[in-house]
């Protein structure tokens, strides 16, 4: 049972270069979220996804794009890197449907834009 | 431990003391609360949970309070071990269809030996 998984590990990209962040996971979880967080601090939700089939913007979302691509998967795009986009993101999931349910975490995307 | 600045407020305990967290969460609507530890490199793991409609929950080693009041959330830690040492979050789930989950701040552990 791999819970959840992202891909890369680590990404270095150049400003203005563009890339998808990938998730996925096995838990049959409803909802979906993408954090970020800077050195020293906490998470920050980007966006999330409470159901296949639906998006909604968090704290944090310009400069993102997100796709629920299937109930396992949801992916991050960003269309033109910044570097202050440079943070380590963290893909999580849930059995959501309104459940009192913990997030599972992957083990996080680290990316550097320079 | 509160929210201040772009550094983490620190806690230093002792080893064997009990240890206590705050929070303050944002929404008063949220229904569910949950405790997170992160070490370093690694993503946050679940510690322990609490509904809007409990004031208290024990787990092993630690107990969380929810003052629904002032909005407050702590967590408290007993006999503190090297192995508490993490940064710890606490996180609100707005709940009913959105289910979106908001952490706070977080609050760095250090564990004197």
């Known amino acids: 049972n791999a819970g959840v998984t992202q891909t890369p590990k680590f990404q270095v990209l150049k400003t203005g270069q563009s890339m998808t962040l990938q998730c996925a996971q096995d838990m049959n979880h409803n909802s979906m979220y993408w954090y970020r967080q800077d050195p020293g601090m906490g998470l920050r939700l980007i966006y999330y996804?409470?159901?296949?089939?639906?998006?909604d913007k968090g704290e944090v979302p310009n400069g993102y794009n997100v796709s629920r691509l299937n109930k396992r998967e949801f992916s991050l795009r960003l269309e033109s890197a910044a570097p202050s986009q440079t943070s380590v993101y963290f893909c999580a999931s849930s059995e959501g449907d309104g459940g009192w349910t913990e997030a599972f975490f992957g083990q996080g995307t680290r990316l550097t834009v320079v | 431990g509160e929210s201040v600045g772009l550094h983490l407020p620190t806690l230093s305990v002792q080893e064997g003391d009990n240890s206590i967290i705050n929070c303050a969460y944002s929404?008063?609507?949220?229904?569910?609360f949950i405790w997170y530890k992160q070490e370093s490199g690694k993503g946050p793991q679940f510690i322990i949970d609490i509904r809007s409609n409990m004031d208290k929950r024990q787990g092993q080693r630690v107990t969380v309070l929810l003052n629904k009041t002032v909005k407050h959330l702590s967590l408290q830690i007993a006999a503190t071990q090297p192995g508490d040492s993490a940064v710890y979050f606490c996180a609100e789930n707005y709940g009913g269809a959105t289910n979106k989950l908001i952490f706070g701040t977080g609050t760095l552990l250090a564990v004197q030996p």
């Open positions: 929404n008063s609507a949220s229904d569910y």
């Open positions: 996804s409470a159901s296949e089939g639906t998006t």
